[in-house]
């Protein structure tokens, strides 16, 4: 199996990584010419193909990780055979429009995160073709979905992690600034979100009975809430939640 990568950007930089920490062989991965391709084929001792129909041809999976608005007719004219599984990680861009361009290529959609760097990434996909298992397995967890309809929803998680991340950012500044030294700061927010994640992942309790047990009466985490519920905080969620389904929908 040789993967090759057609969209050099952030997304597949981060890709990348995580298949070379798994132990994925170099010279079985293929970066388009474009982008950072060959930067990080210099960088990392990979392949570089000479344009992107030879990509195709060196292949047998294809990674697409350009911006969605260009995903369609990056794939036209390529030389696509049933040989071949594309991964599409383009938000947005349904299976049917891929699959036009493209059409004797077998259509996989995932939405990975950068966390895929270290092996944690949580990856929605739709189809789960067995084909590209190795390739997403070896960046975290992989969540298959039954319809094109589930993983649009899926997808918003993509936005939640950077949400997640910026709420922790805010809570480090917040705490530095009360006097908190900044990598024990840093540290102790990373692993708070960690250790919540882990509860909720690894646990099969209702989520409302976990809430309650951890909610004293009276209590710290009580009161926080009962602010965040003062200003609305969980409606302005949804609210945002609902935008970016929309935004992904419109595509």
């Known amino acids: 199996m040789v993967l090759g990568v057609l969209g050099v950007g952030h997304l597949a930089r981060s890709i990348l990584q995580g298949l070379l920490r798994a132990g994925f062989e170099r010279d079985a991965i293929v970066l388009s010419p474009r982008g950072q391709g060959p930067e990080l084929a210099k960088l990392h001792g990979l392949v570089l193909a000479e344009d992107n129909r030879d990509l195709v041809a060196r292949t ?3 990674l697409v990780a350009v911006r969605p608005a260009d995903a369609v007719e990056s794939l036209r004219g390529l030389g696509w055979t049933p040989r071949h599984t594309i991964v599409s990680v383009c938000a947005g861009v349904p299976i049917a429009a891929l699959q036009a361009a493209a059409p004797a290529a077998t259509i996989m959609r995932a939405m990975p ?3 895929t760097e270290i092996g944690a990434s949580a990856t929605p996909v739709f189809p789960d073709i067995g084909t ?10 992989v969540v298959a979905l ?4 589930d993983f649009e929803v899926a997808t918003v998680s993509a936005a939640i992690y950077g949400w997640a991340q910026d709420l922790m950012r805010q809570s480090i500044e917040w705490s530095a600034a009360g006097g908190l030294e900044r990598a024990a700061a840093r540290q102790l927010v990373a ?17 409302d009975d976990m809430l309650r047990q951890l909610v004293t009466p009276g209590g710290i985490t009580e009161r926080g809430l009962q602010v965040l519920a003062e200003r609305d905080v969980p409606s302005a ?15």
């Not at 039954?146 to 309809?149: I, Q, S, T």
């Not at 692993?191 to 989520?207: H, Q, S």
């Not at 949804?238 to 935008?243: E, S, Y």
């Open 60 to 62: 047998d999976i294809v």
């Open 132 to 141: 590209a298992r190795p390739i997403l397995n070896a960046l975290g967890s």
């Open 237 to 251: 969620w949804t609210a945002a939640c609902k935008a970016v389904l929309e935004k992904l929908q419109d595509r």
């Open 146 to 149: 039954a319809r094109e309809e």
């Open 191 to 207: 692993n708070t979100f960690v250790a919540a994640g882990r509860l909720i992942a690894e646990k099969d309790a209702p989520l």
């Open 113 to 115: 995160l950068t966390a």
